[in-house]
């Protein structure tokens, strides 16, 4: 089976299917990890073991044998088809994405468009260099980083101009991917404190003059930023997602550990008070909130339906999303800041003649502030104020990470309140000075300051949706502003004392 080019997103619909079948899957490098994810609970993953593996497909299991891009492209399988052929085990060879197209439509460089010929050769078999100088398209050369330099050489000597465009790239359709342009006389030059390690491919060819107008990959806005997001697992998932739709790498350190209140017993009694018509508005302040108070509401067998009657207010996008995923419409959502500020500015004031009760529930974290009951209380409501769930601070995160936050590691760190803000710092220790520092909104930014944190991106609205695409803005103005002075862009991590330094 193909495992594609590095991007573990191009493995084919056929392989994640038969991933998701295999009882043992052969692999060779640790780069295929992330490929796990479509295998079964169970599944056993061994290393290179073809011997062992051949017996049990010969005992009737699904074995899957990984193999880089594409399995028949410089990537021998003679031998394990060979041993399964003898023990008379069925076997299919599942294709791959090849690096030979993938890598190049990821840098920018049109493989084969309007050329009449794209040659893919590998340079770790013997081969006749003056030959492949008379290439009157696309040649691309796998295996071939080590000898670079003297591959340009030959086929300048077999004939190619010297001013014939090349490009570089390793790391190809990941993150880590990484390019340059030169040209077969200035190799040596060019790549000479480059630092390229293998998988890499080498193009050659008058398609590389495109890349300036096709680069879409490595011109993304968070381009290889390693951006810390500190929160639980749950809430991280789709703000890591939008992340990497920016080319970020996020790396999710839980800060916060959200569990059950202490004695149940608060709960259970608004629960009841919200079945038997006490209360006139619920008023949710966090996801975390709509999840505690649905899970009470299945322990009891309940659904939506019982907030039948009610008006609902939601802080904001996140919180109301969460409503809706539950079967109800918030009535109220703040149009302006969503915070507890702001949904107290839209809070109508009670009146008695149109209000038939007066009390507000409110289920929240243990650790809230006053800010939202002071402001329904001046308003005429009385609040009955509910720990709905405790944060509580997680667990320190592995040596690596914290010596990456407070030696300039990560690029960018995001928070999302100011307990993560608290949370961080007490578990990790303080970013480092060349760190990016994006904070969820006014509140946030003031504890972040208050910890000597110089907050460099503040969103727009309150939602980590909003802080991530402020994020984004903030590296594409970063990008803009060095391609605009000639300089190569770079990430902030790159600008601490000792890093490592290339061009692109």
Sequence with gaps: MGAGPGDPKLLTLRAAELLGKAGVVVLDTETHGPLLRHCREGVEVVEGDLQSAVKRAARGEVVVRLCEGDPTLFSSITEEVAACAAAGVDFEIVPGVPPATAVLDYAGIPAAAEVPEFRVVDAAQEQDWAVHAACRGTLVIYHGIGDAVAIGKALIAGGKPDTTPVAVTSGGTTTEQYTVVSSLGRLQADLKHAGFTEPALIVVGDAVESRDKLSWFETKPLFGWRVLV??????????????????????????????????????DRAIKGLVTGRYEW????????????????????LDARAFAGLKVAAVGDATARALVEFGVRPDLL?????????????????DSMLDPINRVLLPRADISTDTLVAGLTELGWECDDVTAYRTVRAAPPP?????????????????????TVRNLVGIAGKPHNVTVIAVIGPQTAKTAEEFGLRVDV????????ALATALAEFGAKQRQAAVAAGDT???PSQNRRGARRRGR
């Design 489 to 491: 862009p770079r990430r």
């Design 458 to 465: 503040m969103a727009g609205k309150a939602s980590v949706s």
């Design 334 to 350: 703040p149009s302006g800041e969503q915070s507890s500020e702001g949904l107290v500015a839209e809070w109508p004031p009670y």
């Design 399 to 419: 040596a690596p990470i914290r010596e990456a936050i407070k030696g300039g590691g990560f690029d960018a760190v995001l928070f999302t309140s100011s307990s």
């Design 230 to 267: 500190p929160r639980t697992k749950e809430q991280s998932r789709s703000l890591s997602e939008q992340l990497v739709s920016y080319g970020a790498v996020p790396e999710e350190v839980p800060t916060i550990s959200v569990e059950p209140p202490r004695t149940p017993q608060q709960m």
């Design 282 to 301: 619920v008023a949710f302040t966090s996801a975390n909130a709509v999840k505690a108070v649905r899970e009470k509401f299945e322990e009891y067998g």
